[in-house]
């Protein structure tokens, strides 16, 4: 019902910059959240970044201030700007769509795409 396709990650020095882009082709509208998670060799899955519908943003406190998420609702699309970027931030980052109500059947996630950042 909900597929996504993630682009962009790489590998990029410390101070560096990227941008992740994720499309979501979606059956039926419904309100929804979309964001990014990443997860790190041996660590939990961890939230980075979210936004709603309407716009409202949620960070980690790891990445305000470095970080931007943004969306299209018409092309329902998701990017993240990620500036100043250091080496604990290399990860998988995971696009994420969530159906609003929210149930365990309304998370849809992409492939992952590795972003490695080099000291």
């Known amino acids: 019902q909900v597929q996504l396709v993630e682009s962009g990650g790489g590998l990029v020095q410390a101070g560096g910059s990227l941008r992740l882009s994720c499309a979501a082709s979606?059956?039926?509208?419904?309100?929804?959240?979309m964001g990014w998670y990443r997860q790190a060799p041996g660590n939990e899955r961890e939230l980075v970044a979210t936004i709603s519908n309407g716009g409202s943003t949620n960070y980690a406190d790891s990445v305000k201030g470095r970080f931007t998420i943004s969306r299209d609702n018409a092309k329902n699309s998701v990017g993240l700007q990620m500036n100043s970027l250091k080496p604990e931030d290399t990860a998988v980052y995971y696009c994420n769509y969530r159906r609003l109500p929210y149930t365990s059947r309304d998370d849809y996630w992409g492939q992952g795409t590795q972003v490695t950042v080099s000291s």
């Open positions: 979606v059956s039926t509208f419904r309100l929804n959240v």
